[in-house]
């Protein structure tokens, strides 16, 4: 797994006290694509993703917690992007005239972690824009979660009563998923949250960005190892059955695949879908009636296509990655809201 960020791509998170927003920004826009696979989404601007309608790209993909309300954050998205000169031109490129920023969105449920009223509105939307466009990804040092992030701090928005900056160190060995929409992230019985990973396809990467919040577990309840990365250390199995999850069984997984190949907009359909592999391996079950499972895929390359066997190379590391980011969600998340963490139950066996 490599560390090297995508060119043209930009990450923001704003978090609250128990939920948030994460913002990827692609001002020169880019080809865009979803697969959505839980029985109970919450997205939006997705019809316009599929490969016979006219819009090709996208300016943004916005992950929130707050279930449905939290849609509401794309909007303070879309305000920011217009704002600073970014969106499709509605009278066509180079004539002066509207701009409407695309930003399609997802939704994790966390509405019973913490205060069920704290949840992103469009003023979250906005500073986690903000944030992602104040900040490149190409000029920023990488983190252990493997990709370079920004944290927006309380003091960006201190109307919002719930905001706060938890999460939003990157010191150390410290660094905690927390941030963003993986704030108030479950996984199974455990905390979730962001996590990210970067795997080399031949000449091009493949990036993956994943709020981790499935209804399944991502331990295997009979070893304590990870479905994902069974060669880490294992949690204790004993304490982990002893483990009482939240209430609810209502949750999502979310993300996005990013790679800087040419792929075409039906191409990158392709790797939203087997980025999805990926995701069913860290988890178990996936793709649940509970769970709103759903996978964007960007790329920032000029849309011509690749070939067969390219496609081939780059959805191996799709899945490769949204596996990869699912781990890293889930080893870096601090106990909290009466939710353990993989880094409290592990058993270190080296």
Known sequence: MGTTPLPGLYLGHASLESSGCTVIVCPE????????????????????LEAHNTVERVHAIALCGGSAFGLAAAGGVMRELEAAGIGFPVLGPGRPGPLVPIVPAAVIFDLLVGDPDCRPGEDTGARACREALAHSLVDAPASTTDVAEHHAGAADDPANPHTTAQGSSNTGSTISSNIGAGV?????????????????????????FVVANPVGHVVDPASGRLWGAPEMD?????????????????????????????????????LAMVGHDGLARAIRPAHSPLDGDTLFALSTGDGSGVSTQALLTLSMAAADAVEAAIVQAVVHADPGFGLSSYRSLRCKTS
């Open 234 to 270: 294992p949690v204790d199995p004993v304490a982990y059955g002893q483990l009482q999850g939240l209430e609810s069984k209502l949750n999502t997984t979310i993300g996005v695949v990013a790679t800087d190949a040419p792929v075409s907009k039906a191409q990158a359909k392709r």
């Open 29 to 48: 826009g880019a080809i865009a694509a979803v697969d959505v696979r839980g029985g109970g989404p919450g997205t939006r601007e997705t019809d316009l």
């Open 184 to 208: 108030g992230a479950s996984a199974g019985k455990l905390r979730g949250g962001f996590g990210s990973a970067t795997v080399q396809a031949g000449q091009w990467q493949v990036q993956a």
